[in-house]
């Protein structure tokens, strides 16, 4: 067996499709499922991207990663979508941006796509937000069918004590991954502002900024993630660094 590392670009095998989302009032969104390249998946990650109008969209680098690897490495499908009016190479979501109040229909169109899936199923399904994302999945994401959501530098702009407050008496979990050197909100002040939802798990990131630039950090956040998703599929000492060059579809 030869054994390659996983690097910035490596790109693992999966089952990739070009997908569509319909939302209820009328828009369609573009994305991408990818899937365990053989096995049915173990958790699903609804992924929601930060804020498009300063270059966040459906490839932002640690969700393009974290569909680049979590299938192969640990059985876990990753949607991926641009939300109203956000290009990517994947295409441009019809709409345009509206400040976090219209993207109520994209984040539901996203959950409802994963609830009704078949061949195969996406159990277990998480809400992963990130910047903008995070204000998303507080404000709009709270879903029978969601079992919690994962916040990646969350800033709590938009999201309102109602919010956090349905989230606290829904008791699902929330896991918040707090920059050290966070642009908007961190660690301290997060501890405080999330103690509106005494199940929250704030979790500050020694070194890491919003952007989480850098392999290091990237790691960091998938491994957590796997950690609270598929814990089953998370070896000690984290997700692996290298695999069989097999699986290796580029970098």
Do not use: C
């Not at 800033?155 to 008791?171: I, N, T, V």
């Amino acid at each position: 067996m030869t054994m390659q590392e996983i690097r910035s670009n490596t790109v693992l095998a999966a089952r990739r499709e070009e997908i569509e989302l319909h939302t209820a009032d009328g828009l369609t969104l573009v994305g991408e499922l990818a899937l365990p390249p053989s096995n049915d998946p173990v958790a699903t990650l609804v992924t929601l991207h930060p804020l498009p109008t300063h270059g966040g969209f459906m490839d932002s680098h640690v969700y393009k990663k974290a569909a680049n690897r979590l299938p192969a490495l640990a059985d876990i499908a990753v949607l991926r979508f641009n939300t109203r009016g956000t290009s990517s190479p994947r295409g441009t979501s019809e709409g345009a941006f509206d400040s976090a109040d219209g993207e109520r229909f994209d984040v539901a169109a996203a959950i409802e796509f994963a609830e009704f899936h078949e061949s195969p199923e996406l159990v277990n399904r998480w809400l992963v937000g990130w910047s903008f994302g995070t204000d998303l999945a507080l404000m709009h994401g709270l879903d029978p069918s969601i079992e919690g959501t994962i916040l990646l530098s969350p800033p709590l702009r938009w999201s309102q004590p109602e919010h956090l407050r349905a989230w606290a008496d829904s008791g699902k979990p929330v896991t918040a991954l707090v920059p050290e050197f966070d642009d908007n909100l961190r660690p301290d002040e997060a501890r405080e502002r999330f103690g509106a939802i005494p199940q929250a798990d704030v979790i500050g990131v020694d070194g890491a900024k919003h952007l989480w630039v850098g392999e290091k950090y990237v790691r960091r956040v998938l491994d957590e993630i796997a950690r609270i998703v598929a814990p089953s599929k998370l070896p000690e000492g984290g997700l692996p660094t290298e695999v069989d060059a097999s699986l290796v579809v580029e970098g």
